[in-house]
């Protein structure tokens, strides 16, 4: 496992089209650029952004659950 996601406060959300500066509730912050098997992740996402293909995280390491701070450089 990599450390190759990035964190920033700019908080905002879409609604309508629309980007909306705050939180929002379930998923917040710019989450743009993070993609691939998110399953079994827990931790602050807020501002975080970043290929999660490029953390590499093994098969094993999903099946115990990976928590997203250890995914930030």
Do not use: F, Q
Not at 15 to 35: D, F, T, Y
Not at 57 to 62: L, T, W
Request: proline share 0%; aromatic share 2%; glycine share 16%.
């Amino acid at each position: 496992m990599k450390k190759t996601l990035t964190k920033t406060n700019n908080l905002y959300h879409i609604k309508n089209g629309i980007r909306i500066e705050g939180i929002h509730s379930g998923l917040s912050g710019n989450i743009s650029g993070l993609h691939g098997e998110v399953s079994g992740l827990s931790g602050d996402i807020s501002g975080l952004s970043g290929d999660l293909d490029d953390c590499e995280i093994s098969d094993e390491e999903r099946v115990k659950g990976v928590n997203v701070k250890d995914l930030i450089k």
